[in-house]
Structure formats: C-alpha cells, structure tokens
T-cell receptor, first 116, second 117 residues
Framework: NAGVTQTPKFRVLKTGQSMTLLCAQD?????MYWYRQDPGMGLRLIHY???????AKGEVPDGYNVSRLKKQNFLLGLESAAPSQTSVYFC???????????????FGPGTRLTVL | AQSVTQLDSQVPVFEEAPVELRCNYS??????LFWYVQYPNQGLQLLLK??????LVKGINGFEAEFNKSQTSFHLRKPSVHISDTAEYFC???????????????FGQGTRLTINP
C-alpha cells in the first residue's frame, strides 16, 4: 500500500495563476483533510471531507476550493494564487469507526508551493 | 477555542543526553493529545497519543509523554537521544468535531530538535 500520496511534490506559480493539488489514498478511508504548514505556525486545517461530494471548511479556507468526486481522491484548488499562499500543503486521511473514539489521521509527504 | 503552545521553537541537545519538549494546551473539556514527528522532507508521523487511562504514554522510538490535567501539559521526553531523532516535533489536540464527527486537530507551532554529536 502506498498510503497517502500527493502530486506534485514541488510547484512554483506566478501571482494570479491557478493550480490543483491532488491527494490520493489507498486505505479506503472515509475522511480526508488538507492542511497548510507555515514556519512558526504549525499546521492549520484548510478544508476537509467526510465522503464523496461532502466537504467542509476548516480554520483557513479563504482562497481555496476543494472537491471529492471519488472516495480515494481529494483535490485542493487555488483559483488565483497569491504570495500569501506560499506554504507546504499536507493531505491526511482517516477511517471512521465510531464517534466516541479517535480515528488516527495518516499524512502524505507534502507539496511545497511557492507563489511569486 | 482550544490552542496549543510549544514553549521552545528550537532545542539543541548532545547525543545520548536526555531531552524534554514542552507542550501546553488550553481546553476546559476532555481532550485527545498527540505528538507527531516530521523528519526532513517527509510528512508527519504519529509518535504517540493520549486518549484516556494512564497519564504516562509510551510511543515509538523510545519516546514517552505525560499528561498532566491540572497543568494542562503534555510534555514529550526521551532519556537518551540519537542523531536520528533530529526532526521537527508537533504537539496537537483534538477537541472539537466537524461535520459527521470528523475530528479536527489543532497543532502547536513545532519544536525543531537538533542532536549534536
């Protein structure tokens, strides 16, 4: 099993350009998450999904859109990139068994995005 | 809203010395607590977790952490570090749930642990 994979690994954009980051998981997990990691700020949740076609906003959703058309894929889109979106983006996934227990999140290797 | 504070942004330690990475959280309700490790150019890996029960939690690679409810702390310790422990360590809490019970993690700022020979 590959676990959680992210494409691409690195990308440089100019201000105003658009792009889509792809996250794929082969663990049949129901939940998927997008985080951004900035120096001195840890990871912050952008959007998450609880199943195909169902997404929700996290802590820092502005400037991003997401889609979950297939259970194994979770896409993060930047319609008009800004320098403030320079960051490392991590995807994570988790299964769901019970509301009363913790379902561990498994992380991908990250995508390093620079917006000039 | 809950928050997580890692008190040291960088911790340099000599090899085979003990280390403690400090983490405090703010929450008035029961929490789940975690430590994640990020090796250079890699994703995050779960080191250990506290869900309930014993306040001393043992994780991978010889790390352990102690949950202290009265001090709202969850400090990470290792009695003897190795060069291979050089990484960034993140403390995180899970308190709130999103739609359909999705658990939302709140991360601390991270502590960069550097092991010197």
């Amino acid at each position: 099993n590959a676990g959680v994979t992210q494409t691409p690994k690195f990308r440089v954009l100019k201000t105003g350009q658009s792009m889509t980051l792809l996250c794929a998981q082969d663990m049949n997990h129901e939940y998927m998450y997008w985080y951004r990691q900035d120096p001195g700020m840890g990871l912050r949740l952008i959007h998450y999904s609880v199943g195909e076609g169902t997404t929700a906003k996290g802590e820092v959703p502005d400037g991003y859109n997401v889609s979950r058309l297939k259970k194994q894929n979770f896409l993060l889109g930047l319609e008009s990139a800004a320098p403030s979106q320079t960051s490392v983006y991590f995807c994570a996934s988790s299964t769901f068994r019970d509301y009363t227990i913790y379902n561990e999140q498994f992380f991908g290797p990250g995508t390093r995005l620079t917006v000039l | 809203a809950q928050s997580v504070t890692q008190l040291d942004s960088q911790v340099p330690v000599f090899e085979e010395a003990p280390v403690e990475l400090r983490c405090n959280y703010s929450s008035s309700v029961s929490v789940y607590l975690f430590w994640y490790v990020q090796y250079p150019n890699q994703g995050l890996q779960l080191l250990l977790k506290y869900l309930s029960g014993s306040t001393l939690v043992k994780g991978i690679n010889g790390f352990e952490a102690e949950f202290n409810k009265s001090q709202t702390s969850f400090h990470l310790r290792k009695p003897s570090v190795h060069i291979s422990d050089t990484a960034e360590y993140f403390c995180a809490v899970s308190v709130s749930r999103g739609i359909q019970g999705a658990q939302k993690l709140v991360f601390g700022q991270g502590t960069r642990l550097t092991i010197n020979p």
